[in-house]
């Protein structure tokens, strides 16, 4: 799908009792991604939604426990942000919203260098 944002699925198996790194990396092959990261007895896989309906038949048909699973987005066209103005603008609004919007886990962006312009270093 085309657009500005793109939505992930990150779920989450019990491992195999005894998988080793060879078992695990072709675990997630066979479910069809190579973006997966193991913590451990469980294995988060990250799948694009396009890819979902797909992972999900091979996750039931290998017999994967599914632990728990989470939808979130990411942008697929980054930007920088260069003015010194901007920054500010940016950090004052990222604290606000972070200060008035308790509820909320995560703000979704596509600044590239959103960690440089909220440790308070103004170009």
């Given at each position: 799908?085309?657009?500005i944002?793109?939505?992930y699925?990150?779920?989450t ?7 080793g ?11 069809g ?31 994967l ?8 987005w ?8 260069k003015?010194?103005d901007?920054w ?8 606000m919203?972070?200060?008035?919007l ?15 312009i909220l ?5």
């Amino acid at each position: 799908s085309s657009g500005i944002n793109a939505e992930y699925g990150d779920v989450t198996c019990e491992l195999p009792e005894g998988a080793g790194e060879e078992e695990v990396e072709e675990l997630a092959l066979q479910c069809g991604t190579e973006e997966y990261s193991v913590e451990g007895n469980t294995i988060t896989f990250t799948i694009p939604e396009e890819e979902q309906k797909g992972f999900f038949e091979e996750v039931k048909a290998l017999g994967l426990v599914i632990c728990s699973q989470e939808a979130r987005w990411e942008a697929r066209e980054m930007i920088e942000v260069k003015d010194g103005d901007t920054w500010k603008r940016i950090a004052l609004f990222m604290e606000m919203m972070e200060t008035n919007l308790e509820g909320y886990e995560r703000i979704y962006h596509n600044i590239e260098n959103i960690d440089e312009i909220l440790s308070g270093k103004y170009r």
